[in-house]
Nanobody, 121 residues
Framework: VQLQACGGGLVQAGGSLRLSCAAS????????MGWFRQAPRKEREFVTA????????YYADSVKGRFTISRDNAKNTVYLQMNSLKPEDTAVYYC???????????????WGQGTLVTVSS
Protein backbone atom coordinates (compact mmCIF):
# COMPACT_ATOMS: atom_id res chain seq x y z
CA VAL A 1 0.00 0.00 0.00
CA GLN A 2 1.31 3.41 -0.93
CA LEU A 3 -0.12 6.46 0.79
CA GLN A 4 -0.10 10.01 -0.50
CA ALA A 5 -1.13 12.76 1.88
CA CYS A 6 -2.02 16.26 0.79
CA GLY A 7 -3.96 19.31 1.88
CA GLY A 8 -1.56 20.92 4.28
CA GLY A 9 -0.79 24.60 4.22
CA LEU A 10 -0.70 27.84 6.16
CA VAL A 11 -3.84 28.89 8.01
CA GLN A 12 -4.64 31.41 10.71
CA ALA A 13 -5.66 30.32 14.17
CA GLY A 14 -9.34 29.49 14.22
CA GLY A 15 -9.31 28.43 10.60
CA SER A 16 -9.88 25.07 8.97
CA LEU A 17 -8.08 22.65 6.71
CA ARG A 18 -8.94 19.27 5.26
CA LEU A 19 -6.22 16.74 4.73
CA SER A 20 -6.59 13.84 2.35
CA CYS A 21 -4.67 10.62 2.12
CA ALA A 22 -5.07 8.54 -1.01
CA ALA A 23 -4.05 4.91 -0.99
CA SER A 24 -2.99 2.75 -3.86
CA UNK A 25 -4.15 -0.82 -4.27
CA UNK A 26 -7.48 -2.56 -4.01
CA UNK A 27 -7.30 -3.55 -0.36
CA UNK A 28 -7.81 -0.16 1.22
CA UNK A 29 -10.97 -1.27 2.98
CA UNK A 30 -9.04 -3.98 4.80
CA UNK A 31 -6.86 -1.45 6.63
CA UNK A 32 -7.44 0.64 9.67
CA MET A 33 -6.24 4.17 9.04
CA GLY A 34 -4.65 6.71 11.32
CA TRP A 35 -3.28 10.22 11.36
CA PHE A 36 -0.22 11.14 13.36
CA ARG A 37 1.68 14.37 13.60
CA GLN A 38 5.14 15.53 14.51
CA ALA A 39 5.86 19.06 15.59
CA PRO A 40 9.36 20.53 15.47
CA ARG A 41 11.59 19.10 18.21
CA LYS A 42 8.80 16.84 19.44
CA GLU A 43 7.99 13.17 19.25
CA ARG A 44 5.45 11.91 16.76
CA GLU A 45 2.02 11.71 18.36
CA PHE A 46 -1.29 10.10 17.63
CA VAL A 47 -4.05 12.33 16.31
CA THR A 48 -6.94 10.13 15.22
CA ALA A 49 -7.81 6.76 13.71
CA UNK A 50 -10.70 5.07 11.98
CA UNK A 51 -11.58 1.42 11.67
CA UNK A 52 -11.79 -0.44 8.38
CA UNK A 53 -15.53 -0.04 8.07
CA UNK A 54 -15.57 3.43 9.65
CA UNK A 55 -17.71 2.16 12.51
CA UNK A 56 -15.18 3.21 15.11
CA UNK A 57 -13.14 6.38 15.42
CA TYR A 58 -10.57 7.41 17.99
CA TYR A 59 -9.21 10.84 18.86
CA ALA A 60 -6.45 12.29 20.95
CA ASP A 61 -7.84 14.48 23.71
CA SER A 62 -6.07 17.49 22.23
CA VAL A 63 -8.12 17.36 19.02
CA LYS A 64 -11.41 15.91 20.22
CA GLY A 65 -14.31 18.09 19.16
CA ARG A 66 -12.21 19.96 16.59
CA PHE A 67 -10.96 17.27 14.22
CA THR A 68 -12.98 14.68 12.34
CA ILE A 69 -11.65 11.63 10.56
CA SER A 70 -13.60 9.94 7.79
CA ARG A 71 -12.94 7.57 4.94
CA ASP A 72 -14.34 6.73 1.54
CA ASN A 73 -13.46 3.14 0.72
CA ALA A 74 -14.76 3.53 -2.83
CA LYS A 75 -12.17 6.27 -3.38
CA ASN A 76 -9.41 4.66 -1.32
CA THR A 77 -9.12 7.88 0.64
CA VAL A 78 -9.12 8.92 4.27
CA TYR A 79 -9.77 12.50 5.32
CA LEU A 80 -8.95 14.65 8.29
CA GLN A 81 -11.16 17.69 8.73
CA MET A 82 -9.47 20.13 11.09
CA ASN A 83 -11.48 23.00 12.51
CA SER A 84 -10.70 25.66 15.12
CA LEU A 85 -7.03 25.22 14.46
CA LYS A 86 -4.53 26.38 17.05
CA PRO A 87 -0.85 27.27 16.73
CA GLU A 88 -0.02 24.12 18.69
CA ASP A 89 -1.54 22.07 15.86
CA THR A 90 1.42 23.09 13.70
CA ALA A 91 3.16 19.90 12.61
CA VAL A 92 3.83 17.52 9.77
CA TYR A 93 0.80 15.25 9.52
CA TYR A 94 1.23 11.65 8.46
CA CYS A 95 -1.38 9.14 7.45
CA UNK A 96 -0.81 5.49 8.17
CA UNK A 97 -2.42 2.15 7.37
CA UNK A 98 -2.43 -1.06 9.35
CA UNK A 99 -4.43 -4.15 10.24
CA UNK A 100 -5.82 -2.41 13.29
CA UNK A 101 -6.78 1.15 14.12
CA UNK A 102 -5.65 2.80 17.31
CA UNK A 103 -3.13 5.12 18.88
CA UNK A 104 -0.07 2.88 18.81
CA UNK A 105 2.10 3.88 15.86
CA UNK A 106 3.89 0.54 15.88
CA UNK A 107 0.69 -1.15 14.74
CA UNK A 108 0.73 0.67 11.41
CA UNK A 109 2.57 -0.91 8.52
CA UNK A 110 2.44 1.78 5.87
CA TRP A 111 3.08 5.50 6.13
CA GLY A 112 2.55 8.45 3.86
CA GLN A 113 5.18 11.10 3.25
CA GLY A 114 3.58 13.74 5.44
CA THR A 115 2.02 17.10 4.76
CA LEU A 116 2.91 20.27 6.65
CA VAL A 117 0.26 22.20 8.52
CA THR A 118 1.24 25.62 9.86
CA VAL A 119 -1.16 27.56 12.06
CA SER A 120 -0.28 31.19 12.63
CA SER A 121 -1.39 33.11 15.71
Amino acid sequence: VQLQACGGGLVQAGGSLRLSCAASGRTFSSYGMGWFRQAPRKEREFVTAISRSAISTYYADSVKGRFTISRDNAKNTVYLQMNSLKPEDTAVYYCAAGPYSGSYDGAYEYWGQGTLVTVSS
